[in-house]
């Protein structure tokens, strides 16, 4: 098992940046791809970034291709997501999840943490 638990979320003006980031106990944190993604109100959860065990792949929505960085901290157990040029578009609950491939599809990730609300609006 591992606990996923993400921070970092609020509210924000068009045009912000937020950093949000997601702390994983439990089992060894650097075996696990991690990946992020969203769920806005009425829609599907849907894929926004992975990134591989060893940070040297990552996978990138195109809608937030440009505007957010994944990144990792093996030696933290923490997985990032920096977030630039937020729209109000991007406002959802985010969620962390971690799995054995660095994939977009959401079948592929085991454990998810709980999620951290980010809302963009002027």
């Known amino acids: 098992q591992v606990q996923l638990g993400e921070s970092g979320g609020g509210l924000v003006q068009p045009g912000d940046s937020l950093r949000l980031s997601c702390a994983a106990s439990?089992?060894?944190?650097?075996?696990?791809?991690m990946g992020w993604f969203r769920q806005a109100p009425g829609k599907e959860r849907e894929f926004v970034a992975a990134?591989?065990?060893?940070?040297?792949?990552?996978l990138y929505a195109d809608s937030v291709k440009g505007r957010f960085t994944i990144s990792r901290d093996n030696a933290k157990n923490t997985v990032y997501l920096q977030m630039n040029s937020l729209k109000p578009e991007d406002t959802a609950v985010y969620y962390c999840?971690?799995?054995?491939?660095?994939?977009?599809?959401?079948?592929?990730?085991?454990?998810w943490g709980q999620g951290t609300q980010v809302t963009v609006s002027s």
């Open positions: 999840a971690a799995g054995f491939g660095a994939t977009n599809i959401i079948t592929h990730y085991n454990y």
């Open positions: 439990g089992r060894t944190f650097s075996v696990f791809a």
């Open positions: 990134i591989s065990w060893s940070g040297s792949s990552t």
